[in-house]
């Protein structure tokens, strides 16, 4: 079993920078491709953002694409996800999650846990 927790989510103006972190225990972090979403209030959880075990594969939605970067450190059991020029749409809950066995990187429904989340308010 894996516990998620994520961290650095704040209130921010737009073009700004975060720094989103997620801490995993109980299991072996390295063997989990990880993936960031998104749930802004009345709409579905969207793919952000996801990275292979070792880090050699990444992908993103094209929103966010080429404004956010995910990285990971398998040493620290963490993954990040870096978010620069902010945008008000950008507004939602973040929630990190692992997937356990075949990888769909942009399906939320292939991942077997995730962490509570953590808020990132944008304002114009």
């Known amino acids: 079993q894996v516990q998620l927790v994520e961290s650095g989510g704040g209130s921010v103006q737009t073009g700004d920078s975060l720094r989103l972190s997620c801490a995993a225990s109980?299991?072996?972090?390295?063997?989990?491709?990880m993936g960031w979403f998104r749930q802004a209030p009345a709409k579905e959880r969207e793919f952000v953002a996801g990275?292979?075990?070792?880090?050699?594969?990444?992908y993103y939605a094209d929103s966010v694409k080429g404004r956010f970067t995910i990285s990971r450190d398998n040493a620290k059991n963490t993954v990040y996800l870096q978010m620069n020029s902010l945008k008000p749409e950008d507004t939602a809950v973040y929630y990190c999650a692992a997937e356990s066995s075949s990888w769909f990187p942009r399906d939320p429904r292939k991942y077997d846990y995730w962490g509570q989340g953590t808020q990132v308010t944008v304002s114009s």
């Open positions: 109980g299991g072996t972090f390295s063997r989990y491709p």
């Open positions: 990275i292979s075990q070792i880090g050699d594969l990444t």
